[in-house]
């Protein structure tokens, strides 16, 4: 595993600009606007696909999958960024965002990576060839698992403070099974989140700090929370336990060091054994460094986004 690059992030550094994205002005690509979403019907509800940035018969494909709670708005800070070169698909996972959820039971943090390939497989038929995956939470967990599913089709992976690492014993599993209790998601979903989000000052966390002020009054999206928190001790959420992983797939992780609910400090050795060949970034963030400092995150992924782009598809 490389040594990790530590990244200083601004307190207000929520500006974006072509050269902190990475991205020189001889290549930008066509616009960043929506294109058109996509539902693909699963086991486990409708789950809405948005599209946005390039046209995938032009450009890479990038897959962003989102972390509990959330839905594609997470990455709005950055959409417009990676837009220029890149067709987007944000997932909205069962029960948030524009998804439909049908069995409560069913979801669970391992039926994610199911539902990621079945959309992998349905963006296929709108152009998709290969896919960077690019997930949060327990959406970089599902990104390991589609790697290993759908190998073919995935050139890289940047997991962002990605569930399945940290080790698992009896504090942890006490965790997810306090925090996936009915009266304590309740009351916990929103300081949780203010801890883990970072300062209202960053325009990009403001908005994901809203929709989970919404959550204890939604009894559908409450309750794939705490399936998704309870879930996480499933004996197969442990990537360190299979490890070493898809070695032959490029992988990014991208940690905020600040993150007090899924610290470095935890997971760097689960990491390190799961998969060693990784490249590392530590960041001066929390939980969703891409919404707290944008321009610095698109800065750490730049060059390993660069070589996917240009990997024959």
Not at 19 to 29: P, T, V
Not at 124 to 152: E, H, I, M, P, W
Not at 160 to 170: D, E, H, I, K
Request: proline share 8%.
């Amino acid at each position: 595993m490389e040594s990790p690059r530590a990244t200083d992030a601004d307190a207000d550094d929520h500006r974006l600009d072509p050269e902190s994205a990475g991205l020189d002005s001889d290549d930008r690509g066509p616009g960043s606007g929506s294109l058109d979403a996509v539902t693909v019907p699963t086991a486990y509800g409708d789950v809405v696909v948005h599209l946005s940035g390039c046209a995938p018969d032009s450009a890479p494909g990038l897959l962003l999958l989102h972390a509990n709670p959330g839905d594609h708005r997470d990455f709005d800070p950055i959409l417009a960024a990676l837009g220029q070169a890149w067709a987007i698909a944000a997932v909205d996972w069962p029960g948030y965002g524009a998804s439909t959820v049908t069995d409560l039971d069913a979801i669970t943090v391992e039926a994610l990576g199911e539902i990621a390939e079945q959309v992998v497989e349905a963006l296929t038929a709108k152009g998709f060839r290969t896919c960077t995956v690019l997930g949060n939470s327990v959406g970089g967990y599902a990104a390991v698992r589609l790697a290993q599913r759908a190998g073919d089709r995935i050139r890289g992976l940047v997991l962002v403070q990605s569930a399945g690492f940290a080790p698992r014993n009896l504090l942890s599993r006490g965790l997810f099974q306090v925090m996936a209790r009915p009266g304590v998601a309740r009351r916990a979903v929103v300081p949780c989140a203010r801890m883990y989000l970072g300062s209202t000052r960053h325009a990009g966390v403001r908005p994901i700090l809203e929709r989970a002020e919404a959550i204890p009054r939604d009894p559908d999206r409450l309750a794939v929370y705490r399936q998704l928190w309870r879930t996480l001790d499933d004996p197969r959420v442990d990537l360190p336990a299979a490890g070493p992983l898809l070695p032959d797939l490029p992988v990014l992780v991208v940690w905020g060091r600040n993150d007090p609910i899924n610290p470095w400090l935890l997971n760097r050795r689960g990491i390190a054994r799961a998969l060693p060949h990784a490249e590392i970034a530590v960041l001066a963030a929390r939980h969703e460094p891409f919404a707290e400092t944008p321009a610095r995150f698109l800065d750490a992924v730049r060059e390993f986004l660069a070589a996917r782009a240009e990997t024959p598809s």
